[in-house]
């Protein structure tokens, strides 16, 4: 089986900083892309960051130059600074990961449970 669970989250002022931890675990082969999403309330889920396992870098408009997306390949894990938060950062940030297992013939995508960011006004 493979697993990602995620750390960090919480409450903190606006203007604040946060950051966010995502291992993945398991019987894992290879990992290609690895991701953050978050959902707000009555909101679809929306991509935050994503980065590649080359170290190349993708970030929705909303969090460009204040967010930061990175990865440890030989840990399998993917972090998430988050500076200059805002009300609107408030949401279930959740990560991601394309995965192909040994012994799998296809890459799958796996998330983490989700953590809750609050941004206090």
């Known amino acids: 089986q493979v697993q990602l669970v995620e750390s960090g989250g919480g409450l903190v002022q606006a203007g604040g900083s946060l950051g966010l931890s995502c291992a993945a675990s398991?019987?894992?082969?290879?990992?290609?892309?690895m991701g953050w999403y978050r959902q707000a309330p009555g909101k679809s889920r929306e991509l935050v960051a994503s980065?590649?396992?080359?170290?190349?870098?993708n970030y929705a408009d909303a969090v460009k130059g204040r967010f930061t997306i990175s990865r440890d390949n030989a840990k399998k894990m993917v972090f998430l600074h988050m500076g200059s938060l805002k009300p609107e950062d408030t949401a279930v940030y959740s990560c991601?990961?394309?995965?192909?297992?040994?012994?799998?013939?296809?890459?799958?995508?796996?998330w983490g449970q989700g953590t809750q960011v609050t941004v206090s006004s």
């Open positions: 980065i590649s396992s080359g170290g190349s870098t």
């Open positions: 991601n990961a394309i995965i192909r297992r040994f012994g799998g013939r296809s890459k799958d995508a796996y």
């Open positions: 398991g019987v894992i082969f290879s990992i290609d892309d």
